[in-house]
């Protein structure tokens, strides 16, 4: 019996000590336990589900952004713990985080309502047809696609692929320019503007290719995107450069740019002319922004938030609007 009572003891302790260290495993936030299954967060849908919802087309979705759009509306989300929507360009929301999980934004689904009001209406959405003034003709006139009213625009993502550009204080300037162009773009696109990003993704595009494009799709303004890198440490702020040979043509562009720039807070270091590549092979007004010093502490730290990257990309689409409307 004694001998029977002690190996029941020890089992038990066994089992104990078992189930405590099972409880150490690390727990990993944003992944549920079982199965490792990706864990979306509660109280929201997917974009793609928030377009059915809404009737919109989802157009992009990807881990920093996605587009709905039907032929009045268009409906921008970014990955923000501030939860805001643009519709038509305008802001929404602000109802709760916008997350990523595996490359797939996912929004509160308390932003339907608020985007559902602020969304243009149009006859053909009514559910009660029209009576027809002859049996012939019964079936509804196309529904006119609404065309971009501005542009062609060019905006170029610096660098990129195999070549990285500047590479300070932990920041990587092909991802933080690639970041703000395609927030720039959608922003745009958002309030009517054609635009045509030199490059999308992590590729190396040849300089004489990204002028090119201006030319090729008869842009009516070339805005080239950077960060900044010097030996001065101290050297902080943005930077404007225009083509050398026609500083001119430029002055306009430039002059929108630096004062919404301003207006985010960061010091101007003033518009200086160059012979940049991509400046001087392009016929249309071009700028190249250099939105901060990655070399310095303060700028890097700044310009590693995707908050202050969408703050930047905001201006610079602010500029170029208010230059094609003036």
């Given at each position: 019996m004694k001998r029977t009572a002690a190996y029941c003891l020890v089992t038990v302790l066994a089992g104990v000590v078992a189930i405590s260290l099972g409880g150490c495993t690390e727990a990993h936030p944003g992944v549920v336990a079982s199965g490792d299954m990706p864990f979306t967060p509660s109280g929201t849908v997917s974009a793609a589900e928030m377009g059915r919802r809404l009737g919109l087309m989802l157009q992009r979705n990807s881990g920093h952004s996605a587009a709905l759009r039907n032929q009045f509306n268009s409906v921008v989300f970014f990955a923000d713990p501030g939860g805001v929507a643009y519709v038509n360009g305008a802001p929404v929301g602000q109802k709760g985080g916008i997350v990523a999980v595996n490359n797939t934004l996912y929004?509160?689904?308390?932003?339907?309502?608020?985007?559902?009001?602020a969304m243009r209406t149009h006859r053909t959405y009514t559910t009660t047809p029209r009576r027809s003034v002859s049996p012939r003709h019964s079936s509804p006139p196309p529904v006119k696609k609404v065309a971009m009213r501005y542009g062609p625009v060019v905006i170029d993502a610096g660098h990129g692929g195999r070549d990285p550009g500047a590479g300070h204080n932990g920041c990587t300037e092909k991802e933080i320019v690639l970041y703000v162009a395609m927030q720039t773009a959608e922003m745009l696109r958002a309030s009517g503007v054609e635009?045509?990003?030199?490059?999308?993704?992590?590729?190396?595009?040849?300089?004489?290719?990204?002028?090119?494009l201006a030319d090729r799709v008869n842009a009516k303004l070339f805005v080239s995107i950077h960060c900044d890198a010097a030996a001065n440490r101290s050297a902080r702020g943005f930077t404007i450069y225009t083509p050398k040979t026609r500083v001119g043509q430029t002055q306009a562009l430039a002059s929108a740019i630096e004062k919404t720039m301003s207006a985010t807070g960061q010091p101007s270091r003033g518009v200086r002319a160059a012979g940049y590549r991509v400046?001087?092979?392009t016929s249309c007004p071009a700028v190249l922004l250099e939105l901060g010093f990655l070399t310095n502490s303060y700028d890097a730290k700044l310009l590693s938030r995707s908050s202050h990257q969408r703050t930047l990309a905001r201006a610079t689409a602010d500029a170029i609007t208010a230059y094609l409307t003036r």
């Amino acid at each position: 019996m004694k001998r029977t009572a002690a190996y029941c003891l020890v089992t038990v302790l066994a089992g104990v000590v078992a189930i405590s260290l099972g409880g150490c495993t690390e727990a990993h936030p944003g992944v549920v336990a079982s199965g490792d299954m990706p864990f979306t967060p509660s109280g929201t849908v997917s974009a793609a589900e928030m377009g059915r919802r809404l009737g919109l087309m989802l157009q992009r979705n990807s881990g920093h952004s996605a587009a709905l759009r039907n032929q009045f509306n268009s409906v921008v989300f970014f990955a923000d713990p501030g939860g805001v929507a643009y519709v038509n360009g305008a802001p929404v929301g602000q109802k709760g985080g916008i997350v990523a999980v595996n490359n797939t934004l996912y929004v509160p689904q308390s932003l339907e309502q608020d985007i559902r009001l602020a969304m243009r209406t149009h006859r053909t959405y009514t559910t009660t047809p029209r009576r027809s003034v002859s049996p012939r003709h019964s079936s509804p006139p196309p529904v006119k696609k609404v065309a971009m009213r501005y542009g062609p625009v060019v905006i170029d993502a610096g660098h990129g692929g195999r070549d990285p550009g500047a590479g300070h204080n932990g920041c990587t300037e092909k991802e933080i320019v690639l970041y703000v162009a395609m927030q720039t773009a959608e922003m745009l696109r958002a309030s009517g503007v054609e635009v045509h990003l030199t490059r999308s993704s992590d590729e190396f595009i040849e300089l004489n290719d990204r002028a090119a494009l201006a030319d090729r799709v008869n842009a009516k303004l070339f805005v080239s995107i950077h960060c900044d890198a010097a030996a001065n440490r101290s050297a902080r702020g943005f930077t404007i450069y225009t083509p050398k040979t026609r500083v001119g043509q430029t002055q306009a562009l430039a002059s929108a740019i630096e004062k919404t720039m301003s207006a985010t807070g960061q010091p101007s270091r003033g518009v200086r002319a160059a012979g940049y590549r991509v400046l001087l092979r392009t016929s249309c007004p071009a700028v190249l922004l250099e939105l901060g010093f990655l070399t310095n502490s303060y700028d890097a730290k700044l310009l590693s938030r995707s908050s202050h990257q969408r703050t930047l990309a905001r201006a610079t689409a602010d500029a170029i609007t208010a230059y094609l409307t003036r």
